[in-house]
């Protein structure tokens, strides 16, 4: 549990570092309007895990094609330690998401909050 905890605390920072609040909070309500999600159903974990997958492509956690760049989330923080601590978190939204973009990055968001 604590290497979880610690691994979550790297993503944690690293995904701080790369994106202020101010951006991922506009790319928020930017995805909230192109996915026509009203505000009643904005926490519905059906819902919130597409709009975290449209914020993290608008701030560039993503590629075009989806995949995650561990070098974006890291910024200039990024390193071997890093690499691990956050592909081993991946791995594991991965593997619960089952292939499925919104529930990856819902998983990659609510794990981070451990």
């Known amino acids: 549990m604590k290497v979880l905890l610690v691994l979550v605390c790297c993503l944690a920072v690293a995904m701080a570092q790369f994106s202020s609040d101010k951006q991922r909070a506009s790319a928020m309500n930017e995805c909230q309007e192109e996915l026509k999600v009203p505000d ?7 819902k919130l895990g597409c709009l975290y997958a449209c914020m993290h492509k608008k701030v560039g956690y993503t590629d075009a094609d ?3 760049n ?3 989330l890291a910024g200039s923080a990024y390193n071997q330690r890093f690499e691990e601590a956050a592909q ?3 791995n594991m939204c ?4 089952k292939g499925d ?4 990055a819902l998983c990659l968001e609510t794990t981070k909050e451990f």
């Open 40 to 46: 009643s159903e904005v926490e519905d974990p059906s």
């Open 66 to 68: 989806g995949t995650y």
């Open 70 to 72: 561990l070098r974006k």
């Open 88 to 90: 081993r978190v991946m």
């Open 94 to 97: 991965a593997e619960q998401a």
């Open 101 to 104: 973009p919104c529930k990856m």
